[in-house]
């Protein structure tokens, strides 16, 4: 199966490559720079694109089975302002998807949005973190109406921590000031549901 990610580069992008990897995916990694990943292997490709370019994603969606996104925005820069970057990113790569008839979608959003959040958090995000989670709906509305076999996965606080394969799924789960969880988990998860048809038109939230 073909794998192709963006934000191959982040940290939760570097776990899902080497367990992708493992699991016998053949991944291809969509990257800025094609020197920011040093991970070699022979079922891994680095194509160097923006996703601002459909061109590039175009090309790089030829032959996939399925996408995992999980870009994030630069927290120093975010704070002070917002942008559209990844919203415009994630409507050319859903654009590729349907043109190259790629159906599987797994999407990253964060916990920023879930409702349950207790008070303090929330204070928080709508105040200091504003411009961070600004675009996050959006974000999240051009993949509920893309059409394709979508799959939103919120975690919690995310930390450096090894993979535990221990965490808790559900559509409506309390968030807290101590609540997160590892990126490696995060991208265990990920894989776990690649062809998990139950997990198909579902926002969730993970957290350890």
């Known amino acids: 199966m073909n794998v192709l990610i963006f934000g191959a580069t982040g940290k939760t992008g570097r776990f899902l490559i080497s367990e992708g990897l493992k699991e016998g995916y053949h991944i291809t990694a969509f990257i800025r720079n094609i ?14 694109g923006s996703i601002l370019n459909s061109k590039d994603i175009q090309e790089a969606m030829v032959g996939q089975d399925v996408v995992i996104c999980v870009l994030g925005n ?7 302002k917002s942008n559209t970057v990844i919203s415009d990113g994630v409507r050319n790569i859903i ?47 051009l993949v509920r109406h893309s059409g394709l076999e979508w799959t939103i996965v919120r975690p919690a606080r995310l930390v450096d921590s090894r993979r535990t394969g ?3 799924i559900g559509n409506t789960l309390p968030i807290h000031l101590f609540s997160k969880i590892s990126r490696a988990d995060v991208a265990d998860f990920l894989l776990k549901i690649i062809k998990d048809p139950n997990y198909i038109g579902r926002t969730v939230t993970i957290s350890s």
């Open 35 to 48: 020197n920011g990943l040093a991970i070699k292997d022979n079922n891994l490709l680095l194509l160097q």
């Open 74 to 80: 630069k927290t120093s820069s975010a704070l002070w």
């Open 95 to 141: 654009s590729a998807m349907k043109i190259q008839s790629v159906k599987r979608f797994l999407f990253v959003s964060s916990f920023g949005v879930v409702e349950e959040i207790f008070l303090p958090e929330k204070l928080v995000i709508r105040t200091v973190l504003k411009n961070i989670f600004a675009e996050i709906p959006k974000q999240e509305e």
């Open 166 to 168: 221990k965490y808790k």
